[in-house]
């Protein structure tokens, strides 16, 4: 179970590497500033709306910066 994990987990870095996703968004120049406006948005975002769990802007801006 944990060889097929980790096959697949390989698979889908070789994958990002050859179409060119970079690992954080940092890597695409998202900077810390940016992040209160990005999370605003999201919760603006009338698909938050089906999320099931509650949710505020910092749980999203939180999100971003283990992203960047």
Not at 9 to 23: D, F, H, P, W, Y
Request: with cysteine.
């Amino acid at each position: 179970k944990n060889e097929r994990k980790g096959l697949l987990l390989n698979a889908i870095e070789s994958l990002k590497s050859k179409v060119g996703i970079t690992k954080t968004l940092g890597d695409i120049g998202l900077q810390m500033h940016y992040i209160p406006l990005l999370a605003q948005n999201a919760i603006n975002d009338p698909c938050l709306l089906t999320n099931p769990r509650r949710t505020v802007q910092r749980d999203i801006e939180l999100l971003y910066e283990e992203a960047l």
